[in-house]
Protein backbone atom coordinates (compact mmCIF):
# COMPACT_ATOMS: atom_id res chain seq x y z
CA UNK A 1 0.00 0.00 0.00
CA UNK A 2 1.30 3.76 -0.80
CA UNK A 3 0.09 6.99 0.48
CA UNK A 4 0.06 10.46 -0.72
CA UNK A 5 0.45 13.40 1.31
CA UNK A 6 0.70 17.02 1.11
CA UNK A 7 4.13 17.91 2.61
CA UNK A 8 2.87 21.76 2.97
CA UNK A 9 -0.12 20.56 4.88
CA UNK A 10 0.93 19.82 8.70
CA UNK A 11 -0.28 17.08 10.68
CA UNK A 12 -2.62 18.02 13.17
CA UNK A 13 -1.17 17.15 16.75
CA UNK A 14 -2.56 15.65 20.56
CA UNK A 15 -0.36 15.91 23.17
CA UNK A 16 -1.84 13.72 26.47
CA UNK A 17 -0.13 14.27 29.94
CA UNK A 18 -0.23 14.08 33.20
CA UNK A 19 1.92 16.06 35.98
CA UNK A 20 5.35 15.83 34.55
CA UNK A 21 6.08 19.15 32.06
CA UNK A 22 9.50 17.93 30.56
CA UNK A 23 8.48 15.96 27.38
CA UNK A 24 5.86 18.37 27.10
CA UNK A 25 7.84 21.30 27.40
CA UNK A 26 10.73 19.83 24.61
CA UNK A 27 7.84 19.39 22.20
CA UNK A 28 6.22 22.81 22.62
CA UNK A 29 9.61 24.16 22.19
CA UNK A 30 10.92 22.43 19.07
CA UNK A 31 7.48 22.92 17.56
CA UNK A 32 7.61 27.18 18.06
CA UNK A 33 11.16 26.98 17.18
CA UNK A 34 10.36 25.35 13.61
CA UNK A 35 11.96 21.91 14.65
CA UNK A 36 8.65 19.90 14.27
CA UNK A 37 6.53 20.39 11.24
CA UNK A 38 3.43 19.86 13.04
CA UNK A 39 0.39 21.98 14.46
CA UNK A 40 -0.05 20.91 18.53
CA UNK A 41 -4.02 21.56 18.12
CA UNK A 42 -4.21 20.47 21.73
CA UNK A 43 -2.89 19.23 24.68
CA UNK A 44 -5.20 16.70 27.35
CA UNK A 45 -4.58 15.55 30.59
CA UNK A 46 -5.79 13.51 33.55
CA UNK A 47 -4.74 16.82 35.59
CA UNK A 48 -5.04 20.49 35.76
CA UNK A 49 -1.28 20.80 36.70
CA UNK A 50 -0.01 22.20 33.11
CA UNK A 51 -2.53 23.99 32.07
CA UNK A 52 -0.68 27.17 32.17
CA UNK A 53 1.75 25.92 30.16
CA UNK A 54 -0.62 25.55 27.76
CA UNK A 55 -1.85 28.53 28.33
CA UNK A 56 1.45 30.19 27.85
CA UNK A 57 1.79 28.52 24.18
CA UNK A 58 -1.85 29.51 23.31
CA UNK A 59 -2.73 26.15 22.82
CA UNK A 60 -6.56 24.47 24.15
CA UNK A 61 -5.87 22.47 27.41
CA UNK A 62 -8.36 19.88 27.91
CA UNK A 63 -8.88 18.14 31.92
CA UNK A 64 -10.38 15.13 31.70
CA UNK A 65 -10.42 12.90 34.72
CA UNK A 66 -9.13 9.23 34.45
CA UNK A 67 -9.92 7.63 37.79
CA UNK A 68 -8.44 4.89 36.50
CA UNK A 69 -6.60 3.41 33.06
CA UNK A 70 -9.12 2.71 30.01
CA UNK A 71 -12.30 4.50 31.91
CA UNK A 72 -15.27 4.06 29.01
CA UNK A 73 -16.14 7.61 29.68
CA UNK A 74 -13.19 9.35 29.87
CA UNK A 75 -11.79 7.74 26.84
CA UNK A 76 -14.96 8.55 24.94
CA UNK A 77 -14.55 12.21 25.85
CA UNK A 78 -11.17 11.71 24.98
CA UNK A 79 -12.10 10.32 20.97
CA UNK A 80 -14.24 13.08 20.42
CA UNK A 81 -11.72 15.17 21.10
CA UNK A 82 -9.45 13.64 18.68
CA UNK A 83 -11.70 13.13 16.06
CA UNK A 84 -13.54 17.18 16.12
CA UNK A 85 -10.27 18.25 15.82
CA UNK A 86 -8.76 16.12 13.04
CA UNK A 87 -5.86 14.66 15.25
CA UNK A 88 -3.21 12.90 12.90
CA UNK A 89 -0.84 11.88 16.03
CA UNK A 90 -1.31 11.29 19.78
CA UNK A 91 1.68 11.73 21.38
CA UNK A 92 2.07 10.68 25.28
CA UNK A 93 4.41 12.37 26.57
CA UNK A 94 4.62 10.76 29.87
CA UNK A 95 0.61 10.19 30.00
CA UNK A 96 0.67 8.18 33.17
CA UNK A 97 -2.60 5.80 32.34
CA UNK A 98 -3.28 2.96 30.19
CA UNK A 99 -4.92 3.12 26.85
CA UNK A 100 -7.45 0.54 26.43
CA UNK A 101 -7.58 -1.55 23.50
CA UNK A 102 -10.40 0.25 21.76
CA UNK A 103 -8.55 3.87 21.47
CA UNK A 104 -5.47 2.12 20.60
CA UNK A 105 -7.05 -0.10 17.94
CA UNK A 106 -8.83 3.48 16.85
CA UNK A 107 -5.52 5.55 16.40
CA UNK A 108 -3.43 2.29 15.55
CA UNK A 109 -0.20 3.28 14.26
CA UNK A 110 -0.50 6.72 15.51
CA UNK A 111 0.12 6.59 19.13
CA UNK A 112 3.65 7.37 20.04
CA UNK A 113 4.38 6.49 23.49
CA UNK A 114 8.21 7.29 25.51
CA UNK A 115 8.98 5.39 28.70
CA UNK A 116 11.95 4.45 30.50
CA UNK A 117 14.12 1.73 29.57
CA UNK A 118 14.23 -0.47 32.90
CA UNK A 119 11.49 -2.48 31.61
CA UNK A 120 10.45 -4.86 32.30
CA UNK A 121 13.53 -4.89 35.01
CA UNK A 122 12.35 -2.73 37.15
CA UNK A 123 8.20 -2.15 36.80
CA UNK A 124 5.95 -0.47 38.46
CA UNK A 125 6.55 2.48 41.17
CA UNK A 126 9.82 4.14 41.79
CA UNK A 127 11.80 2.76 38.88
CA UNK A 128 14.75 4.83 39.44
CA UNK A 129 15.28 3.97 43.39
CA UNK A 130 14.72 0.37 42.03
CA UNK A 131 17.75 0.70 39.95
CA UNK A 132 19.66 3.16 41.77
CA UNK A 133 19.33 0.46 44.90
CA UNK A 134 20.06 -2.45 42.12
CA UNK A 135 23.52 -0.18 41.26
CA UNK A 136 22.57 0.06 37.49
CA UNK A 137 25.36 1.61 34.89
CA UNK A 138 22.98 2.65 32.09
CA UNK A 139 19.97 4.05 32.08
CA UNK A 140 18.17 5.08 29.05
CA UNK A 141 14.58 5.44 27.57
CA UNK A 142 12.19 3.89 24.37
CA UNK A 143 10.03 5.59 22.16
CA UNK A 144 7.68 3.49 20.47
CA UNK A 145 4.38 2.97 18.64
CA UNK A 146 1.22 2.00 21.33
CA UNK A 147 -0.15 -1.37 21.21
CA UNK A 148 -2.75 -3.39 22.89
CA UNK A 149 0.17 -4.73 24.64
CA UNK A 150 1.35 -2.48 27.23
CA UNK A 151 4.93 -1.10 26.32
CA UNK A 152 5.67 -3.57 23.56
CA UNK A 153 4.78 -1.78 20.95
CA UNK A 154 7.21 -1.47 17.52
CA UNK A 155 10.44 0.59 18.96
CA UNK A 156 11.31 3.70 17.09
CA UNK A 157 14.19 5.22 18.76
CA UNK A 158 16.11 4.55 22.05
CA UNK A 159 18.92 6.27 23.97
CA UNK A 160 20.78 5.73 26.89
CA UNK A 161 23.37 7.19 29.18
CA UNK A 162 26.10 6.09 31.81
CA UNK A 163 25.68 6.50 35.66
CA UNK A 164 27.43 5.29 38.53
CA UNK A 165 27.56 5.24 42.07
CA UNK A 166 28.46 8.79 42.54
CA UNK A 167 24.86 9.24 41.33
CA UNK A 168 22.00 10.19 43.22
CA UNK A 169 17.70 9.06 43.20
CA UNK A 170 17.66 12.76 42.23
CA UNK A 171 20.41 12.24 39.54
CA UNK A 172 18.85 9.76 37.60
CA UNK A 173 15.59 10.83 37.23
CA UNK A 174 17.40 14.21 35.86
CA UNK A 175 19.41 12.35 33.60
CA UNK A 176 16.85 10.04 32.50
CA UNK A 177 13.92 12.59 31.67
CA UNK A 178 16.90 14.45 29.72
CA UNK A 179 16.84 11.06 27.27
CA UNK A 180 13.17 10.78 27.74
CA UNK A 181 12.62 14.40 26.16
CA UNK A 182 15.22 14.05 23.34
CA UNK A 183 14.39 10.00 22.81
CA UNK A 184 10.38 11.20 21.96
CA UNK A 185 11.53 14.79 19.99
CA UNK A 186 13.41 12.37 17.79
CA UNK A 187 10.43 9.82 17.33
CA UNK A 188 7.90 12.78 16.76
CA UNK A 189 10.34 14.53 14.31
CA UNK A 190 10.60 11.21 12.33
CA UNK A 191 7.12 10.50 12.54
CA UNK A 192 6.06 14.16 11.09
CA UNK A 193 9.15 13.48 8.19
CA UNK A 194 7.03 10.54 7.01
CA UNK A 195 10.71 8.44 7.93
CA UNK A 196 9.04 5.44 9.68
CA UNK A 197 7.71 2.27 8.13
CA UNK A 198 6.09 -0.87 10.15
CA UNK A 199 6.85 -4.18 9.10
CA UNK A 200 6.16 -7.49 10.72
CA UNK A 201 6.28 -5.71 13.98
CA UNK A 202 9.28 -3.36 13.57
CA UNK A 203 9.62 0.37 13.32
CA UNK A 204 11.88 0.88 10.33
CA UNK A 205 13.39 4.16 10.15
CA UNK A 206 15.05 5.54 7.10
CA UNK A 207 17.88 8.31 7.57
Known sequence: ACQIRWVQQPRRVAIFVSRADHCLHDLLLLRRDGQLHCEIALIVSNHADLRPIADRFEIPFHHIPVPTSGNPEAEDAQLSLLRENDIDLVVLARYMRVLSPDFINAYASRIIN??????????????????????????????????????????????????????????????????????????????????????????????
Open 114 to 207: IHHSFLPAFAGAAPYRQAHEKGVKLIGATAHFATATLDDGPIIEQGVTRVSHRDSVQDMVRKGRDIERTVLARAVRWYLEDRIIEHNGRAIVFE
